[in-house]
């Protein structure tokens, strides 16, 4: 029998088998108790002999089973260890992480700009109605100028903003002078779509009003942001232009070097002026002056980053996307 309990001891695969030879040789009525429980017909003499050479047989079978057990569990420890292991030298896995639009990073640093120069950023609403976008900008409902700037319309009567320049008379309407903000934001017009056109783009919008602004504060406020954005040694032009919100009016020219071609060159950027004095009657503002310009901030981040279209703007292409991230 102990050959034979030894041997299926050693064969034995798994701590459950193990356990069912336990029982079967040494359990309440295992093979080795049932020995025992004969004994009590033996003489004393013979009983004693028997029964230590049962006792030993017991003994032998505990600690081959216990010596099995221990090596089973040993096993199972380090086939656990084996699939918990940890290779070390496995490459990370990458994760991208988020960036922001480059429209928003123009818009952050136009902003920065700005605020170091002492004025307050605003926003204000991208669904207008038609006293704030137009009326009240001295561009009433025969104005040809309000051709030049088709959009879309609710059926209720209101508007996407055309342009940024609603935000001076709302502003106005809250707030005393003397200030100085500019607004950045989102505008609309009905286009057709082309490599420059798009139905929605974003404009910056700067309004400065006190007892005393002048043009030459205008143009100041131009240079320097110019010089901001370009570097020292950089020119601004005015050429006289209309806008029916400003008198005069002006449009606004930056000398600067163009990133790729390495050629210098006039870059138009926007429209500027005096404040009409329309615009002041309709907030009722008295014996101010104010200057005003706006510009087109996709057209800024095309010319300087060689973007050639400007619905690459909207397309959420992370082809075209990852090129800007983080560039400013
Ligand atoms: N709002 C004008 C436009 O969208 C730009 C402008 C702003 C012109 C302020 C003059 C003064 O074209």
């Not at 009525?29 to 049932?34: A, I, P």
């Not at 009240?136 to 940024?164: C, E, I, K, S, Y």
Request: aromatic share 10%.
């Amino acid at each position: 029998m102990l050959d034979q309990a030894l041997d299926e001891i050693k064969t034995s695969p798994n701590l459950p088998a193990l356990q069912d030879l336990r029982v079967k040789y040494l359990g309440k009525k295992g093979l080795v108790t049932e020995q025992l429980k004969g004994l009590g017909s033996l003489e004393p003499e013979a009983r004693k002999l028997a029964g230590q050479e049962i006792n030993k047989l017991k003994t032998v079978i505990n600690d081959a089973i216990d010596a099995k057990k221990a090596e089973l569990e040993l096993n199972a420890l380090n086939e656990k260890l084996e699939k918990e292991s940890l290779d070390v030298t496995l490459p990370g896995r990458h994760y991208s992480p988020g960036g922001l639009h480059l429209l928003t990073q123009v818009i952050n640093k136009l902003s920065d700009v700005f605020r170091s120069m002492g004025y307050d950023v605003e926003v204000g609403p991208e669904l207008e109605d038609e006293w704030h976008n137009f009326d009240a900008l001295n561009t009433p409902g025969w104005h040809p100028a309000r051709d030049l700037q088709d959009t879309f319309w609710t059926t209720d009567g209101r508007v996407m903003r055309t342009h940024t320049s609603p935000m001076q008379v709302r502003y106005m309407e809250t707030h005393k002078p003397p200030f100085k903000i500019v607004v950045p934001g989102k505008v609309y017009r009905n286009e057709a779509l082309d490599a420059t056109h798009e139905a929605q783009f974003h404009q910056l919008e700067a309004l400065v009003v006190g007892e005393r602004v002048t043009l030459a504060d205008l143009k100041g406020a131009i240079n320097q942001m110019a010089i901001a954005l370009m570097g020292k040694g950089t020119k601004t032009r005015l050429q006289p232009s209309y806008f029916p919100f400003v008198e005069p009016g002006a449009e606004f020219a930056i000398w600067w070097t163009h990133p790729r071609t390495g050629k210098e060159e006039w870059l138009e950027l926007g429209g500027c002026g005096m404040v009409h004095p329309n615009v002041f009657k309709a907030v009722g503002y008295e014996n101010v002056t104010g200057f005003a310009f706006g510009f087109g901030i996709e057209r800024l981040a095309m010319v300087s980053y060689g973007i050639p279209d400007i619905r690459y703007f909207y397309q959420s292409d992370m082809r075209v996307l990852e090129q800007f991230r983080g560039v400013l």
